[in-house]
């Protein structure tokens, strides 16, 4: 089956055709930036843009980088509070027709690994880590999601991990790719010590310059990098567009 997938960032709002039974984008790649400010009207047309482009009017998913109950959006950590309340949904129906399904970006992300990525064989506790504007976390135990976990928001060092981990911590911090890659072995040797998971998958835009780094890391517990790369969230929302 076809279906939109939309994967809302702190930056830009990306929207490919995806074939939902391997995960295999069927198109291009479409991009907004995110508009500045992010008002729900503003929101609500940039999607509705990237619909129309793709001249779609078949299942959509979208993943939001918050939390989302039921297609109304809880949380806004990196984008405009006045979205928190939004129905999401309905207000994109009301810009294009189309009524989209939306989940959190790093649940989706998560769901497209566990179901066609490096979590495909994994049972236990899995946990995917998504490194960008934020750090966002999805949450598994035998290849069931627990969802809208906000692990990228524990406390590490005194501080949100976000400002130390994300990609936005290294490149407004000015930190070095050492002292970044330090900050984010702590992050997820400190997610292992509390959740013991059997595998942590990581994927995101922030990881996409791993030669950079990737000498410096020192993590302590099994981990391996997102099969779909940062490809995974518009994949895991085209799925959860199934169900609408
Ligand atoms: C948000 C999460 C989101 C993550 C990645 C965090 O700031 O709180 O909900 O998954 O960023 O976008």
């Not at 690994?113 to 880590?129: D, F, N, P, Q």
């Not at 750090?135 to 290849?143: Q, V």
Request: hydrophobic share 40%.
């Amino acid at each position: 089956m076809d279906v939109l997938g939309i994967d809302i960032g702190g930056s830009g709002i990306k929207g490919a055709v995806v074939d939902v039974s391997n995960g295999v984008l069927l198109g291009e790649r479409y991009r907004v930036a995110t508009p500045k400010p992010c008002t729900r009207e503003a929101l609500a047309e940039a999607v509705a843009s990237v619909i129309r482009y793709h001249n779609w009017s078949g299942p959509v998913g979208c993943g939001y980088p918050g939390v989302v109950h039921r297609g109304v959006l809880a949380t806004a950590a990196n984008l405009d509070k006045s979205l928190i309340g939004m129905d999401f949904p309905e207000a994109v129906q009301a810009a294009c027709g189309v009524k989209p399904v939306i989940v959190n970006d790093a649940d989706a992300a998560g769901l497209a690994e566990m179901a066609s990525g490096s979590g495909k064989e994994l049972r236990g506790t899995v946990i995917m880590v998504t490194i960008g504007t934020g750090i966002g976390t999805a949450l598994f135990y035998n290849g069931k999601l627990v969802p809208n976990t906000e692990l990228g928001h524990l406390e590490l060092h005194g501080v949100d991990s976000e400002r130390l981990a994300s990609e936005t911590a290294r490149k407004e911090s000015d930190l070095s790719w050492k002292k970044w890659a330090k900050n984010l072995s702590d992050y997820l040797n400190y997610l292992h010590a509390l959740f013991a998971p059997e595998m942590i998958i990581l994927g995101g835009g922030g990881l996409k310059k791993q030669e950079k780094f990737v000498e410096y890391l020192d993590i302590q517990c099994p981990y391996c990098w997102a099969k779909h790369g940062n490809l995974a969230g518009i994949i895991g929302a085209a799925a959860t567009g199934m169900q609408a």
